[in-house]
């Protein structure tokens, strides 16, 4: 029988309630059906009030031609994602622009973001793409910074540029957040390592270690050893106890017989080349430093030691550099097989082999390159690609 009473023996809600939950109808749509097709509408209507609303509020742009409306849906969108942004908030809006005429256009870019008092961040010029109109003859990718209010009045001026044949919002989020710093060198990565603490073994009783004091005593002295390291250094070398080693053999004997028909062909194929050049199978744990000179040599991605489970914002601040942050502590022998937090097992049998992939590689940097001045929410999204 399933319980339906609410916190400290309320009634709580009956218990079909949630499976008549409909967007439309709590939100004042009388239709009788309660279907995805009339949530659906209901939905258009509402984006279409609320688009009515930001035009309104903005008063920059009156439709009149039909071809101007592809480029308003991005503009709209963009707007409605800045709704709480307060109108004078500075925003960094990234534009494709399309030219019929290189210097004219050019020249009458630059004079539409200085009379929406704007600041010019980048501009990039490339040869059109192949499916562009004969008539382009340059596309332009363009950074500026401007206030929220004063957006769609620039977007409207660049459109109406004589040698523009279209424009296009790229992207748009709010200007450098006062407060968060992010590296800006790879060497800077030296002051991203702060830990997220709430799985070390001395703080979280139903860690496998936790009884054990040996064992923190020594999870401690290979964590000093990633407190120490500053970039360029080579990775010191930990002498692992027979114990760890065993770990790690049970550990790699046992994934290494899940793989078949469960790992991607990538993640296979540079297992196997590990396993002949970083010293993978041979019933030692490997050393980070031959697995980092192994990774720059296939994709550009190198190690730096971690003491522990990072912070979301500085393990993806690492990626941007194509770094990726590994401990060199081993899980507790007691349990092999599992571990509450990453360790050396997890990280250089489950990660470090697909980081040697240049595609996944590209990949991860482009996410972490996100990462870079986010915002915490950001962050939290980020960090669940």
């Known amino acids: 029988?399933?319980?339906?009473?609410?916190?400290?023996?309320?009634?709580?809600?009956?218990?079909?309630?949630?499976?008549?939950?409909?967007?439309?109808?709590?939100?004042?749509?009388?239709?009788?059906?309660?279907?995805?097709?009339?949530?659906?509408?209901?939905?258009?209507m509402v984006r279409r009030e609320s688009r009515k609303n930001i035009l309104q509020d903005n008063t920059p742009v009156v439709v009149e031609e039909e071809e101007d409306e592809e480029a308003k849906e991005d503009e709209i969108s963009?707007?409605?994602?800045?709704?709480?942004?307060?109108?004078?908030?500075?925003?960094k809006l990234t534009t494709l622009i399309k030219l019929s005429n290189t210097i004219t256009g050019l020249d009458q870019i630059i004079k539409a973001v200085e009379m929406e008092d704007g600041v010019l961040i980048?501009?990039?010029?490339?040869?059109?793409?192949?499916?562009?109109?004969?008539?382009v003859v340059m596309e332009v990718l363009l950074t500026v910074e401007v206030v929220k209010e004063r957006i769609l009045h620039l977007m409207k001026r660049l459109r109406q540029c004589r040698a523009t044949l279209g424009s296009r919002v790229v992207a748009g989020r709010r200007?450098?957040?006062?407060?968060?710093?992010?590296?800006?060198?790879?060497?800077e990565l030296d002051k991203c390592n702060h830990l997220n603490l709430k799985l070390e073994p001395e703080l979280d009783m139903t860690h496998p270690g936790w009884a054990d004091k040996e064992y923190r005593v020594r999870r401690k002295e290979i964590a000093n050893i990633a407190f120490a390291y500053t970039h360029g250094a080579v990775i010191p070398r930990v002498e692992y106890t027979p114990e760890e080693?065993?770990?790690?053999?049970?550990?790699?004997?046992?994934?290494?017989?899940?793989?078949?028909?469960?790992?991607?062909?990538?993640?296979?194929?540079?297992?196997?080349?590990?396993?002949?050049?970083?010293?993978y199978a041979s019933g030692k744990v490997p050393q980070l430093e031959d697995v980092s000179n192994f990774l720059k040599k296939n994709s550009g991605f190198s190690l730096r030691p971690a003491a522990g489970l990072l912070t979301a914002r500085d393990f993806l601040a690492s990626l941007a550099f194509r770094v990726f942050q590994c401990t060199q502590y081993v899980r507790h022998h007691t349990m092999p097989h599992y571990s509450p937090e990453p360790d050396a097992l997890h990280e250089l049998i489950g990660h470090a082999p697909i980081f040697a992939d240049p595609n996944f590689a590209q990949f991860s940097q482009d996410i972490g390159l996100a990462s870079l001045g986010a915002t915490d929410q950001e962050i939290e999204k980020l960090a669940t690609v």
């Open 1 to 44: 029988m399933t319980d339906t009473s609410g916190p400290l023996g309320q009634a709580g809600p009956p218990a079909n309630a949630f499976f008549k939950r409909s967007y439309s109808v709590e939100n004042g749509y009388q239709g009788k059906t309660r279907s995805l097709v009339g949530d659906a509408k209901f939905e258009s």
């Open 175 to 187: 200007a450098n957040i006062k407060g968060i710093w992010f590296p800006r060198h790879v060497s």
């Open 78 to 91: 963009l707007m409605e994602s800045l709704q709480d942004e307060a109108a004078n908030s500075k925003v």
């Open 245 to 279: 080693n065993e770990t790690w053999a049970m550990v790699y004997d046992k994934v290494h017989e899940l793989l078949p028909g469960r790992a991607s062909s990538t993640h296979i194929k540079y297992l196997a080349m590990m396993e002949r050049e970083c010293g």
């Open 122 to 135: 980048h501009m990039e010029t490339r040869d059109p793409r192949p499916d562009s109109a004969s008539l």
